[in-house]
């Protein structure tokens, strides 16, 4: 299984080494439209080779769907952290009551004679 391993993540290195050597023409990213920079008077722009474009994109987008997924799960984590309190309270609850001594079901009577011999 371990080569198998090393064998996927060496085809994935060279297919994103030869995605960065065939990208490696610069692009200029702008923040804004040109018609909306040039009405508030400021342009934010930003010239990288397309690759380092290519593969931010791809990371922004796990990000994303990283973040997603945990905060789709919180009910689900907050329902697993319930049910392992409820456990343990039903666990504490389960072993007191097996300590706890067992009533007297005899006479009373016959109880404090037994003491006092």
Do not use: C
């Amino acid at each position: 299984m371990r080569y198998i391993r090393y064998a996927f993540l060496a085809t994935l290195g060279v297919a994103l080494i030869t995605v960065a050597l065939a990208n490696r023409d610069t692009v200029t990213l702008n923040l804004l439209p040109k018609e909306l920079s040039g009405f508030l008077g400021w342009s934010w722009s930003l010239t990288l080779p397309l690759f380092v474009v290519i593969f931010a994109g791809v990371i922004a987008g796990i990000l994303i769907g990283f973040i997603w997924e945990w905060l789709r799960e919180h009910k689900i984590r907050a329902e697993g952290a319930r049910t392992r309190k409820e456990r343990d309270q039903l666990a504490h609850e389960v072993k007191t009551l097996r300590g706890a001594p067992k009533p007297n079901t005899g006479d009373d009577v016959l109880a404090l004679i037994d003491d006092a011999s």
